[in-house]
C-alpha cells in the first residue's frame, strides 16, 4: 500500500504526490460537491446549505507546479493508494487533535486508531461504523424506506402471476395449492434488509453495542421491518443493493446509508476498494469541525446560530435582508458579545475576518468581538482597539469603548499517548474557559 501524508492548508510540489497519482487524478481541482456525488462522505453533509462553509471548496488545488491543500481533513483511498489529510495544529507523528475533534464535535468514541500506519484500512474500517448511527438516525426521519417488491407464495389463495415451473416442481402431485408471485408495496426490501445485514454484522463488534444503543428506536424500527432476514442471505442482499441503487432525490439520506452498508459488509472482501477504479474516503470541514467544539466549550454564555440547519438566522437590515449566521451571540443582552471561530493561526486572522465581525458587531449593538482560534504557541488574547477618526484630519485615536480579542485555545504537543494528549487539551480548555469569562 501506498500512503502519503500532508497537513491541511499547505503548498507542496506536485512531484511530492507521485506515489499517489491514482487519488490525484480522481481529487484534484474537483470540488466538495463533485466528490460527494462520487460517493465520498462530506461533513457537514449538507455543504450547499452551509453559506460559510463554501460548496466550490477543493481538497486538492493546482497552483503552478504544486498542489494547495485547504480546511479539508480526512482519508481518500483508490485502489491501493492512500492519501490522508492531518491538522496542521498536530506535531508529531500522530494526529491526536483531529481525533480529538471528532471524539467532541462528532461523539466518535476515542477507541478510533487515527494513527496513519500501515493498518489504514482498519482506521477507515472503524469510521466507516462510527458514521453508521448517524446515517441511520437521518435516513429514518423520513420514515422506513417503502417500495414494491415480488413476493412468492404457494397456497390455495391466489391473488398475482401464476409460477408453472415453480409450481409444478412444488405441487407435484396436486394437493390444493397454486405456486404464484404478486407485486406488493412493503417496508421489508432489499434496502431495509441490507440496513439489517449491517446492524447485525456491527453487533458482532467490539464496541458495536454500544455504537448502535445511541439509535435504538431506529434499530428497533429496522429490525421489526425485516421478517424475511436470513444469516445466509447477506451476499444476495449485497448483489441487489449494487445492482439497484438509490437514485430518487427525495431519498438522499437512504442512497447515502446504503452506499456506507455496501463498504461496511464489503470491507473484509474488498478492503474498501482495494483493486478498484473508485475513489472513496471520509472528509470533513476543519472550519466547521472547530465551531462545533468550541461550541461545547462556550455554548453557557453564547448562542450558537446553526446555519447548516437554518436555526438562529438573522437579518442585517429591515426587510429582512442581508441574511447571516454569526457564529456565536452572547446570551447577555444588555453587554452583547459575539464571537467567531476561526480554524487559523492568529496571524492569519485578517481583513475580511476584521470586516465580519465589525458587521455582527454593529448589527447587535456590541462593543467586544472574540475570534476563537487554535494556537500551538502563544495564547495570550491579543485586543485590538478600533480607531476613529481620520487620515485626512489627522486625528486617528483607538477607541476605549470598542476592540475585537483574539483568544486562542493552546493545542498540546502531539507526543505520548493519546490519553496524555486528552489530559492536556483538557487543562488548556479550563484556561481557556477562564481567560473568556474574564474578558466577557
Known sequence: MKLLR????????????????RVVDKIADKTLSELEKEGIFVFPEKIHDAPDIEEEQVVLQSYNNCYRTGNIMGFLGCGSERLAIESR???????????YLLERAMNF???????????QENMLFNLMLFLFPRYLKDALRK?????????????????????IPRHIAQNTPFVGTIAYSQREYSYDNDLTELVRH??????????????????KEEVSLVVDATNRYRVHDKQKVIAANQKTPIRHAYYREYRHLQHLCLLILQHQKHQIGTGTKQVYGILFDGAWLWEEYINLLVGDIFYHPMNR????????????????????????????????AKYKPSENIGNKDYLQ??????????????????????????????????????????????????????????TGTYKEFTQKVRIAETVFQARLAECV
Open 357 to 414: 465581525v465589525l458587521a455582527y458587531m454593529l448589527r447587535f449593538d456590541a462593543r467586544k468581538g472574540f475570534y476563537f482560534y487554535p494556537s500551538t504557541g502563544d495564547t495570550q488574547e491579543h485586543r485590538l482597539q478600533v480607531n476613529k477618526g481620520s487620515t485626512y484630519e489627522k486625528n486617528v485615536v483607538p477607541r476605549n469603548d470598542v476592540c475585537v480579542v483574539k483568544l486562542g485555545l493552546g493545542i498540546p504537543d502531539c
Open 143 to 163: 420514515g422506513l424506506f417503502k417500495t414494491y417488491i415480488r413476493n412468492q407464495y404457494n397456497d390455495s389463495h391466489v391473488a398475482g402471476s401464476m409460477d
Open 89 to 99: 495544529f498536530s506535531s508529531g507523528e500522530k494526529d491526536y487533535f483531529f481525533q
Open 109 to 119: 468514541p476515542n477507541v478510533v486508531d487515527l494513527s496513519v500506519d500501515a493498518n
Open 198 to 215: 449491517t446492524i447485525e454484522f456491527i453487533q458482532r463488534k467490539p464496541h458495536g453495542r454500544i455504537l448502535l444503543s445511541k439509535v
Open 6 to 21: 500532508v497537513k491541511d492548508n499547505r503548498l507542496m510540489l506536485k512531484s511530492d504526490f507521485a506515489p499517489i497519482q
Open 309 to 340: 440547519v437554518g436555526q438562529g438566522a438573522q437579518r442585517l437590515f429591515a426587510g429582512n435582508v442581508g441574511l447571516i449566521y454569526p457564529d456565536f451571540i452572547s446570551k447577555d443582552s444588555r453587554n452583547r458579545v459575539i464571537g467567531d
